[in-house]
Every structure is written in structure tokens, then in C-alpha cells.
């Protein structure tokens, strides 16, 4: 019987009997496909009491029900059917909340392929609110600014993620001589937090890398 290119699902055939077979395995197919993700992608045995509609992507060395089926994406309806990628296809894992594309051979989750970009990448520069203390959420303001209109203290981030970058720009008001400290997690080489430009409007840069622990910063200083 003919079937389509991609997913390889049978057609109908004219003048077939039980039409109604064939087309409810291509709707279960489209339906695996098209649905709200996969449950996790590193079984090799199926589970024990699966649900009506699970999906899965097949684990190397399936056994049971699944053998022989390696890389494959299994959905369950009474009995396990499989589907078999083509290169491009994508689904969201979600145990793991990502992206998982297969690259003809393998499964790749998208935060691990390099690839290059045609237009410039950028994170939309933030502004934070001036305060005694200074919230700084780093997983929504990766790059922020704040103009100091006080003595001031900037309190440990929050949402930082090891191996990231942050950058801040620190600016004095039109009156100057403001103090910035920071929070226990801020640490700078020598031990000693930088003192920021005193003039007023000064701008000074500070750049970050989290540790998993620390933010690790240097500062730049009274661009002009």
C-alpha cells in the first residue's frame, strides 16, 4: 500500500474495505506528532501501566515492547505504535523542557547544536528600579542599567544560571558622588569591590560571569 513521504503513513486505497482503519492510524500518527511533547526520551523499556496517548522517544538498547525500536517515537493506544523520525524533525521533551531536533542519526536537544545567525543576536537592554537596595533579577534583565540617585546597595541576584553572563550599567545622577555596594555573592579580583566614578552622569560597566555559586565581575570605568 502507498504511503506518504514523511511519516509513512498509509494511504487509503480506492474501494478499500474498513477505510475507517486506516484513516484512524493516520489521525493516532498526526496526533503523536502534533501533540503537547514527549514524556521523557531516556527509557529503553517501556513502561509498566502507560496511559492512552503517551508518547515517548525510544532509547539505544530498547527491550520488551520496544525492541528493535531504538530512536524511534513510540505512542501508546492498547498497544505500543512507533513512528520514525526523518532528519528536521522536532519534539519537546517534557521532563527536561527542551527542544529535542533529530539530526538524521540522533536525537540533539537544540542547547547543544552550534549554529550561526545571519542578523545579530541581543539581549533587550533592562532598566532597574533605583532603590535603597537594588533587586537585580538576571533572568529577565541579562543586561540592565541603573541610574544611582543615592547611596545604594545591589542585592544578590536572583535567577542566575552557572556559566551565564551579565552585564550592568551603573550611572551617577546628575549630582554625583554616589556609593554602590554589593551584596555577598558580588566578588572581585583582589577581594575588593570596585568603587564606582563619582562624577556626576558618569557611566561605569560591570560584566559578570555566575559561577553556580558567585557572581565573578570587573569593572570598567567613567566611559566618556
Known amino acids: 500500500m502507498a504511503t506518504t513521504a514523511h511519516l ?6 480506492q474501494s478499500q474495505a474498513q477505510k475507517e482503519v486506516t484513516a ?15 514524556i521523557d526520551r531516556t527509557l529503553a523499556t517501556p513502561p ?14 530498547a527491550t520488551g515492547a520496544w525492541a528493535g525500536k ?20 522536532s519534539l519537546w521533551v517534557n521532563n527536561e523542557d527542551l527542544l529535542y531536533t533529530y539530526t538524521g542519526s540522533a536525537w540533539s536537544a537544540e542547547t547543544a547544536r552550534s549554529r550561526s545567525f545571519s542578523q545579530h543576536q541581543l539581549f533587550a537592554l533592562k532598566t532597574l528600579t533605583d532603590a535603597a ?14 541610574t544611582l540617585a543615592g547611596n545604594r546597595t545591589l542585592s544578590n541576584p536572583t535567577g542566575a544560571v552557572a556559566g551565564a553572563t551579565y552585564l550592568l550599567i551603573v550611572k551617577q545622577d546628575a549630582t554625583g558622588s554616589r556609593t554602590l555596594a554589593f551584596g555577598t555573592n558580588y566578588k572581585f579580583p583582589g577581594g ?10 558618569a557611566t561605569d560597566v560591570l560584566s559578570f560571569v555566575f559561577d553556580g555559586t558567585n557572581m565573578l565581575g570587573v569593572a570598567q570605568k567613567n566611559f566618556s
Open 133 to 146: 537596595t537594588i533587586s537585580w533579577d538576571v533572568a529577565a534583565n541579562q543586561v540592565a542599567r541603573v
Open 48 to 61: 509498566a501501566s502507560p496511559a492512552s496517548g503517551d508518547v515517548y522517544i525510544v532509547a539505544a538498547s
Open 8 to 13: 509513512g503513513i498509509t494511504l487509503i486505497e
Open 192 to 201: 575588593s569591590a570596585p568603587a564606582m566614578s563619582t562624577t556626576a552622569n
Open 70 to 89: 531504538d530512536g524511534k517515537i513510540a505512542y501508546f493506544d492498547a498497544i505500543w505504535y512507533f513512528i520514525t523520525p526523518r532528519e528536521g524533525m
Open 24 to 38: 484512524n492510524r493516520a489521525f493516532k500518527d498526526i496526533d503523536a506528532i502534533l501533540n503537547t511533547g514527549a
